[in-house]
Every structure is written in structure tokens, then in C-alpha cells.
């Protein structure tokens, strides 16, 4: 009888390493992007909240601490994912989590060589020629998130962009609309300096 129970935990602990093993070695990511105005988040929180709660990475603009506060009913599920919510400018963050993404505001290298150490795979700019830059020199793919009727912007290493640009997806946002993009970042590890 030992050996039965001994036997089923083996396969249990097995099991569960090979499925904690699966979830953190994940080739495609999916990111949401929160194209926030500034009015009703609850209503984005409700009404994107499928879109939010199956994204790895969250991202968001425009955000105040006042509306970082109703967030708090979604923090057990944000403790889960990799989260950058800044304010207007890249300088002003206001809630970040997890080592996946980060945001840069002007070209540092050694910065971007620290990230790249900590294994962050998406960086957050406010301008799209220095988040094309990044992306060219550096393995990282680049957000650079608009405002609400304005474009945003991700860009890439060349190779893994469609039309050999650097920009890997554009898409104008409309009003409280959450923006949801799969990002392979297994594939950034054949551009890191070796």
C-alpha cells in the first residue's frame, strides 16, 4: 500500500513540475494594451475584463493614482501578470510588476543592457524612433502606446517585422479600447549578443 501512495504522489509532484515548467517557459505572450481617456474605469475594467484577465502582460497610459486605487479589486489577478501603468509621461510610473516589461524614456545602454539581463522582453517609450532604435540594437520588442484615436505602435528587430521596417504593429485606438497582440519572445533570444 506504501508503495501505491508513493508511487501516485511521484506522478503528482511530476505532473506538477512539468506543468509549472510549461506555464513559465512560454514562447508567446499576449499583451494588452489599455488605450485609456481618462473617464470610467470601471467600465474598462468590466467591460475588458475577459481581454485583461487571459493576457500575460498589461500595459496601460494615462492612468492617476486615484484610478490605480479601483484596481485593487483586480490586483489578485494583476500579482499574476507582468504590469507597467504609467501616466502621461514614461517617467511617472505608477504600478509595475513582474520582470517581462519595463520603460526606458531616453537611450541608456546600460539600462537597456540590465534589462536585457533580467530577461525583460517588451520596453514601454513614448517616442517611435527611439522605440524603433531599441528594437534594432537591442532584443526587444518596443510599445510605444497612443492616445485614445491616436496610433499605437510595436515595433521589432527587423527580421520579424512583415515588411523588413522595424515596425512590427500599428493600430489606432479608439475610446477605452483594450488592444490584445501575441508577441513570440522565444525568437528574441537569436538577436542577443552572445
Known amino acids: 500500500m506504501d508503495i501505491i501512495r508513493k508511487y501516485i ?12 515548467l510549461k506555464k513559465t517557459s512560454k514562447k508567446v505572450i499576449t499583451v494588452a ?19 485583461l484577465k487571459s493576457s500575460d502582460v498589461i500595459i ?45 524614456g531616453s537611450f541608456d545602454i546600460k539600462k537597456l543592457r540590465s534589462f536585457e539581463k533580467h530577461g525583460t522582453a517588451i520596453i514601454v517609450v513614448n517616442d517611435k524612433k527611439l522605440g524603433w532604435m531599441i528594437s534594432q540594437m537591442f532584443p526587444f520588442y518596443c510599445i510605444i502606446p497612443g492616445e485614445p484615436f491616436q496610433e499605437t505602435l510595436i515595433t521589432a528587430p527587423i527580421p520579424l517585422t ?25 525568437i528574441l533570444s537569436d538577436f542577443k549578443v552572445k
Do not use: P
Not at 9 to 20: E, T, Y
Open 60 to 104: 496601460g497610459k494615462n492612468f492617476s493614482k486615484e484610478e490605480l486605487k479601483l484596481l485593487t479589486r483586480f490586483e489578485r489577478n494583476l500579482q499574476r501578470k507582468h504590469v507597467l501603468l504609467i501616466e502621461n509621461d514614461i517617467n511617472s510610473v505608477l504600478y509595475h510588476h513582474g520582470h517581462l516589461v519595463n520603460c526606458i
Open 9 to 20: 504522489r511521484n506522478f503528482f509532484v511530476s505532473l506538477g513540475k512539468n506543468l509549472f
Open 162 to 186: 512583415r515588411n523588413s521596417d522595424g515596425y512590427y504593429f500599428s493600430k489606432i485606438s479608439y475610446r477605452n479600447q483594450v488592444a490584445i497582440i501575441d508577441l513570440n519572445i522565444e
Open 33 to 51: 494594451i489599455i488605450h485609456y481617456d481618462g473617464k470610467d474605469m470601471e467600465k474598462v475594467l468590466s467591460d475588458f475584463s475577459v481581454e
